[in-house]
């Protein structure tokens, strides 16, 4: 719901969109953006295993930003040339909310549902020179969110591949270990 719910917060067909975050949310994120038209969607962490998750689910170009930090270097890649239109925060992390910040287009949106420490600061150049509109997402429109991701889904979307691990519910320990190495996707617990 919270994937659907930001994604679907701007208009997504022919533009280029960056995601900051390749948690489950993020990854779920890039297949969403894929299926109803987005041009490019980049995506950015610092998880190689949750980049590769994001690439099977259709990203145009996945960036470690700790190996590759300018995002702008993969413009001529995806044969883009002033930034991108639409932004998801998806990390909580304040440099990836920077960054995301530094390479929007002009009258670009950027919607923010990662939870940003108090203590963030922001180049405000960014968004008032650029003209760009900020929608915080909190929770999701749960009804019609469910409606949306029913109908995506029954329309052909897959997003099985963000489902990385399942486990009985007695293996839970078992369960939170790998998610505290973050690799992995979503995990199940079978009741």
Same mark, same amino acid.
């Given at each position: 719901?919270? *994937?659907?719910?930001?994604? /679907?917060?701007?208009?997504?067909? &022919?533009?280029? #969109?960056?995601?900051? %975050?390749?948690? +489950? ?59 991108f239109d639409v ?8 440099? *990836?909310?920077k960054n995301m /910040?530094?390479?929007?287009?002009? &009258?670009?949106? #950027?919607?923010?549902? %990662?939870?940003? +420490? ?45 489902l990385t691990h ?26």
């Open positions: 719901g919270n *994937a659907v719910h930001t994604v /679907l917060s701007y208009e997504m067909v &022919g533009e280029d #969109v960056l995601i900051t %975050g390749a948690g +489950p949310i993020g990854i779920m994120a890039v297949a969403i953006c894929k299926f109803v038209g987005a041009r490019n969607v980049v995506i950015t962490d610092i998880n190689d295993y949750r980049l590769k998750l994001a690439q099977k689910m259709g990203a145009s170009k996945t960036i470690n930003i700790l190996k590759e930090p300018s995002i702008s270097n993969c413009y001529n890649d995806i044969n883009m040339k002033n930034g932004g998801l925060e998806m990390s909580g992390n304040p440099d *990836a909310f /910040l530094k390479h929007m287009y002009h &009258g670009g949106k #950027v919607a923010l549902l %990662g939870i940003l +420490p108090l203590s963030t600061q922001i180049n405000w150049d960014d968004v008032i020179f650029k003209g760009l509109k900020i929608k915080g997402i909190y929770g999701r429109e749960m009804y019609e969110t469910w409606y949306k991701m029913t109908q995506m889904i029954r329309s052909g979307l897959d997003i099985s591949n963000v399942k486990f009985p519910v007695d293996e839970y320990e078992k369960a939170f270990q790998i998610m505290e190495s973050g690799n992995c996707g979503k995990i199940v617990l079978e009741w």
